[in-house]
């Protein structure tokens, strides 16, 4: 029986990946902002197959709680396989170029609050010596554009991070991962033109998720053909790429 926590669990990807464990009969730790929507969630999974669903409000960004956060999941449970750590928000680049409180901001929420947790996580995990941490970046993160930078480089900075805790936890059987998402049709998404091959939906991805994890992939592109994607991205001379409009 696997015990997993879910942070930022009304996420539709997190949801959708959430789904997928409760139909092997997981045990889950639900952690989001929004109290309705995780005792829908919870009734959901139930009936789904999961074999105990807890859950707390939590706001990712409150960073005074998560130590004690985690430790009330550690009490729950016992110990935890798998911390998966889901939530974020689409930065607005306009207003972020001109306001460094708003591009503050996207960066406690996408990038500091996860290091804070990941710092409590790595913590116990590594006493524990097993299991397994994994967080959904971005393909964002993989080069800054002009169109999103500063959400790419709160991402950047999460992925940098993982690939040093990953060396660091690798001695104490601690996996971690991270997780690249390409486009997925999300409420985060709502304002973009979607729709032509590039785009995901959430249960796509997650099924994506859930086998990275299990084949414990150091990084997981979603869909899979988003690392090529990037590899041609990335080798853009740059001469060139500052002049794209991406
Ligand atoms: N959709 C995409 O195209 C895409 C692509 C690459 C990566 N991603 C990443 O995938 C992850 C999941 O996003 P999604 O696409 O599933 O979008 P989503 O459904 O909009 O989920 C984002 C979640 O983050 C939560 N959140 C934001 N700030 C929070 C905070 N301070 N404390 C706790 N929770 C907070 C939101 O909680 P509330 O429900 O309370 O608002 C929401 O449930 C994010 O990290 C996102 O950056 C998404």
């Known amino acids: ?41 919870k009734q959901d999974l139930q009936i789904r197959g999961a074999t105990e669903v807890d859950c707390s409000v939590f706001d990712a960004n409150n960073f005074s709680v998560h130590e004690a956060v985690i430790d009330q999941v550690l009490d729950r449970f016992g110990s935890i396989d798998l911390a998966f750590i889901c939530h974020g ?26 290091i804070s947790l990941l710092t409590c996580l ?17 393909v964002a993160g993989d080069r800054g554009r002009q169109s999103n930078y500063v959400y790419g480089s709160a991402k950047a900075m ?8 990953r060396g660091r936890l690798f ?25 032509g091959p590039l785009w995901s939906s959430p249960e796509k991805v997650a099924q994506c998720i859930v086998d990275g994890i299990r084949k414990r992939k150091h990084t997981i592109y979603a869909p899979g053909y988003w690392r090529l994607i990037m590899l041609v991205v990335c080798s853009i001379p740059e001469v060139l790429f500052k002049r794209l409009k991406l």
């Open 122 to 138: 790595a913590r116990h995990m590594s006493i524990q010596r097993s299991g397994c941490i994994a967080v959904i970046t971005s």
């Open 171 to 195: 001695k104490s059987q601690v996996d971690v991962i991270d997780i690249r998402p390409g486009f997925v049709d999300t409420p985060m998404t709502h304002a973009i033109k979607k729709g």
């Open 1 to 41: 029986m696997k015990n997993i926590l879910v942070i930022g669990a009304n996420s539709a990807i997190a949801r959708a990946v959430s789904r997928l464990y409760a139909e092997e009969h997981c045990r889950l730790f639900l952690l989001s902002r929004d109290a309705e929507q995780l005792a829908l969630q």
């Open 158 to 165: 999460v992925s940098t991070y993982l690939q040093g805790l």
């Open 89 to 114: 928000s689409l930065s607005n680049q306009a207003q972020c170029e001109e306001h460094f409180d708003s591009a503050l901001q996207e960066f406690h929420t996408n990038a500091l609050s996860v």
